[in-house]
């Protein structure tokens, strides 16, 4: 049960049977009941962040929206050729980021009897290969999102 109530995953992001986002208790749900009146304003703060990384990151490969639609922006990426280096340079400064997504779905071991294989989609095995998530979250200063922008600019 605990298996299934964590996505299907013992080890983050290695999903070995289908799974659920079903940790939530009580208390959270209360919590969350509050926290739920601010949810407008803070996805506008955290669009707010997402267009001052895009302005700063004019030639780094960012996460796009389609007009028309509006995103909350729980993650922001990028798509960088040396991803790894830039997340220790980063890591380094006490800088958290994550590499969300590095096992591409179809290579899942819950999906094994789909029959896909290395190879089968390119462009996704590609991106997990080469995005990184950037510090995300409402009131992430401008100060900051310079300064991680300037350290993925210089070594880009």
């Given amino acids: ?18 799974g659920l986002n079903s940790r939530l208790d009580e208390v959270q749900a209360a919590v969350l009941r509050i926290k739920l009146k ?14 001052a990384y895009k302005n700063l990151l004019k030639n780094i ?12 922006y729980h993650i922001f990426i990028v798509e960088l050729d040396n991803r790894d280096e830039i997340k220790k340079i980063l890591d ?3 800088i958290q980021t994550l590499i969300h ?14 029959g896909h294989k290395k190879g089968d989609f390119p462009i996704t095995e590609t991106a997990s290969e080469r995005i990184l998530s950037l510090p995300m979250f409402p009131n992430l200063s401008l100060t900051s999102i310079k300064e991680i922008s300037n350290y993925i600019i210089e070594r880009s």
């Fill in 38 to 51: 601010y949810l407008d304003d803070w996805n506008k703060k955290r669009n707010k962040v997402a267009t």
């Fill in 61 to 72: 490969k960012t996460q796009t929206v389609p007009d028309g639609y509006f995103s909350n």
């Fill in 92 to 94: 380094s400064k006490n």
């Fill in 101 to 114: 997504y590095p096992i591409p779905i179809h290579l899942q071991k819950c999906y094994e009897r789909m």
């Fill in 1 to 18: 049960m605990k298996l299934i109530r964590n996505y299907g995953q013992k080890i983050k992001y290695h999903h070995n049977t289908f």
